[in-house]
């Protein structure tokens, strides 16, 4: 599969509102559906406010100042599971 097939699937999955899981710097990591709307979480912690879209908790979320998007197109993380 080459890298621009695996970027559009990631954003299918985003589309799709999917829960990822990644390690980055061997630290778990994780967009999940929450209740009350969306939560990035680390090591099971939620990492900063529950987001009401799922667009919002992507692009606002960041890791060392950059967005998951980010750090995927730089091949520095590693999704581990999609739901």
């Given amino acids: 599969m080459s890298e621009k097939e695996t970027y559009e699937e ?9 829960e990822i899981e990644f390690v980055y710097e061997n630290r778990q990591y994780a967009f999940l559906s929450h209740k009350e ?3 990035f979480v680390c ?8 987001f009401t ?4 908790m992507i692009k606002e979320s960041k890791i060392n100042g ?3 998007l980010e750090l995927f197109k730089n091949n520095e993380l590693t999704i581990t599971a999609v739901f």
């Fill in 53 to 56: 879209t799922y667009e919002e």
């Fill in 10 to 18: 990631i954003l299918e999955f985003i589309r799709e509102h999917r």
């Fill in 66 to 68: 950059e967005t998951f």
């Fill in 37 to 39: 709307g969306f939560a």
């Fill in 43 to 50: 090591e099971n912690k939620t990492q900063g406010p529950i």
